[in-house]
T-cell receptor, first 112, second 109 residues
Framework: DGGITQSPKYLFRKEGQNVTLSCEQNLNHDAMYWYRQDPGQGLRLIYYSQIVNDFQKGDIAEGYSVSREKKESFPLTVTSAQKNPTAFYLC???????????FGQGTRLTVV | RKEVEQDPGPFNVPEGATVAFNCTYSNSASQSFFWYRQDCRKEPKLLMSVYSSGNEDGRFTAQLNRASQYISLLIRDSKLSDSATYLCVEKNRDDKIIFGKGTRLHILP
């Protein structure tokens, strides 16, 4: 079945460590997105990529990095520079002609 | 001005009532709008797209008003299962997808 997969579902890390969240899609979508959601808050855009080897900063890119070496993969690295990394992270994908965005099930990151 | 703004609620509505949400957007050039539903601790799921002509899907009606730059969602005969957070979403010409903060809806028995 086609879809978008985020792993792991729950992730715990010590403060000061970088951590990379995985996002893979087999939908052949060009565009991919990373969002962060804090309790009781909406989704805030971290980074997005419209095509392989290209990506743009969203509204809260500081402390994060991404890469888009393959169409199906858009990993997000939460660096030690991110002051409040504990959050729910959602990855999505879409194609320009379609209005719908497909979401992964999310990764809950807890930094202790 | 934020790109997409919504009343966060919560809206506490008795079962069977009709409830309406509005959402305003700042980019007059934006092309595509949607309503997503998000249940607690889950990923958002598309509820419906929004067209200028208005569109209806069962008990749900969505409308886009370009002149006033707002979109609306109407839920008729509300059910307990409609309790969720409803997210207003804009997709611009650069494929950037922007979410509102969401409106929380609680349907009361």
């Amino acid at each position: 079945d086609g879809g978008i997969t985020q792993s792991p579902k729950y992730l715990f890390r010590k403060e000061g460590q970088n951590v990379t969240l995985s996002c893979e899609q087999n939908l052949n979508h060009d565009a991919m997105y990373w969002y962060r959601q804090d309790p009781g808050q909406g989704l805030r855009l971290i980074y997005y990529s419209q095509i392989v080897n290209d990506f743009q900063k969203g509204d809260i890119a500081e402390g994060y990095s991404v890469s888009r070496e393959k169409k199906e993969s858009f990993p997000l690295t939460v660096t030690s520079a991110q002051k409040n990394p504990t959050a729910f992270y959602l990855c999505a994908s879409s194609i320009p002609e379609q209005v719908k965005a497909f979401f992964g099930q999310g990764t809950r990151l807890t930094v202790v | 001005r934020k790109e997409v703004e919504q009343d966060p609620g919560p809206f506490n509505v008795p079962e069977g009532a009709t409830v309406a949400f509005n959402c305003t957007y700042s980019n007059s050039a934006s092309q595509s709008f949607f309503w997503y539903r998000q249940d607690c601790r889950k990923e958002p799921k598309l509820l419906m797209s929004v067209y200028s002509s208005g569109n209806e899907d069962g008990r749900f009606t969505a409308q886009l008003n370009r002149a006033s730059q707002y979109i609306s969602l109407l839920i008729r005969d509300s059910k307990l299962s409609d309790s969720a957070t409803y997210l207003c979403v804009e997709k611009n010409r650069d494929d950037k997808i922007i979410f509102g903060k969401g409106t929380r809806l609680h349907i009361l028995p």
